[in-house]
């Protein structure tokens, strides 16, 4: 569970988020607002990325501002663009990175890396240039660099916006059969519809917290 409790944060005098208080408890939340209205920001809170100016962001009861690793390995994040993410040349090397604080058995390693690329149908790149793969395939690459790590939850920020059609389709089939909890922000209505949950955010607070058949017009009224 992640709960924020009066959570607010600022960029110098300028409040980017205000006075938050949520409880994420749902196997699927989707996050909606315009550019810069802090969805993006209020996602980063989630697994300590950032941390608040003022009140508290609490996974499992850990609070992110002291038990940032503790919490990272709950909450994983998927950035919008996998060349954020992916930090190593070779596609085996970047999955075991991931895997260093676990100290694992070279062949626990070489296991999990084989188990996770064939799940994504990546097993005949585990030794290829990461920057040679395809957009959509980076971003599974980057899917498969956090699951590795056996989260209970991860949060996608946009991670459709960078693909065309067939690589979006992709990448959103392989998160829709995801086990975990799933909090996604996107611009991608439709990606949300079967979502249990959908904050709206809007000049840094949540207007509207509804299922998305009343969340969804919500949004769309609000930006037109």
Request: glycine share 8%; net charge negative; charged share 20%.
């Amino acid at each position: 569970m992640i709960e924020l409790q009066n959570v607010t944060l600022r960029y110098g005098v300028q409040s980017v988020l205000t006075d938050i208080s949520l409880s994420l408890g749902e196997r699927r939340i989707g996050i909606v607002g315009a550019n810069g209205s802090g969805k993006s920001t209020l996602a980063r809170l989630l697994n300590g990325l950032l941390v608040p100016s003022s009140g508290k962001v609490l996974v499992d009861g850990l609070d992110t501002a002291s038990e940032g690793r503790k919490v990272r390995a709950r909450v994983g994040f998927v950035f919008q663009n996998p060349d954020n993410q992916i930090v190593f040349p070779v596609v085996e090397e970047d999955l075991a990175f991931g895997l260093k604080p676990l100290k694992l058995p070279k062949d626990d390693v070489s296991r999990r890396i084989d188990a996770m690329l064939a799940r994504y149908d990546l097993g005949a790149y585990r030794t290829h240039p990461s920057h040679q793969l395809s957009g959509g395939q980076k971003q599974l690459l980057a899917i498969c660099g956090v699951l590795i790590m056996e989260p209970a939850c991860i949060v996608f920020d946009e991670p459709t916006t960078l693909l065309d059609l067939r690589n979006r389709n992709r990448v959103a089939q392989a998160i829709a059969a995801l086990d975990q909890q799933v909090i996604m922000v996107s611009h991608d209505l439709d990606l949300l519809a079967d979502y249990d949950r959908i904050l709206v955010i809007d000049q840094g607070q949540v207007v509207c917290d509804d299922v998305p058949q009343k969340a969804l017009p919500f949004y769309v009224d609000l930006m037109s």
